[in-house]
């Protein structure tokens, strides 16, 4: 059997630790076919009870980490675009699906944050919802 070739590919990553694997699993995948990525980071908020946004999640710097993202892709010779957005607290896993089909992806790759399996559908973790929203393959790394 041959090795996957994705030559268009969507890398979703957070502030978690397993970002970091999610994005060595991207690199490789993106050296051998010399991949075209699209690196999202989404902030979420949760809308208060006056009605503004309230980070969902601690301070981090998005940006820097998805800059790196693009440096690490490009060096494995992808050619890598980057972003960071807000949303609103449970609504990424809507934004990832769509930001695939804008993009046309062959694959999205993205982390789960460990959570037993259990705890993870109970909650609707991010990856549970792409999983079942995505019409196209989704490579999950834990």
């Not at 979703?12 to 990525?37: F, G, Q, T, Y």
């Not at 050619?79 to 949303?87: K, L, N, P, S, W």
């Not at 449970?90 to 990832?96: L, V």
């Amino acid at each position: 059997m041959g090795r996957l070739m994705y030559e268009r590919m969507l890398v979703a990553i957070d502030h978690s630790p397993v970002a970091d694997r999610v994005l060595a699993a991207a690199r490789e995948l993106a050296a051998m076919s010399k991949a075209e990525v699209w690196v999202l980071t989404l902030r979420e908020h949760e809308v208060t009870r006056l009605g503004g946004l309230a980070p969902a999640e601690p301070d981090s710097d998005p940006t820097s980490a998805v800059e790196t993202a693009v440096t690490s892709l490009t060096e494995a010779g992808a050619t890598a675009h980057g972003e960071v957005r807000g949303t609103i607290f449970g609504h990424a896993a809507r934004e990832i699906v769509a930001d695939a089909k804008k993009h046309d992806v062959k694959v999205i790759v993205m982390g789960c944050r460990g959570r037993g399996d259990l705890t993870g559908l109970v909650l609707g973790s991010t990856a549970h919802k792409v999983i079942h929203l995505a019409d196209r393959p989704v490579l999950v790394v834990r």
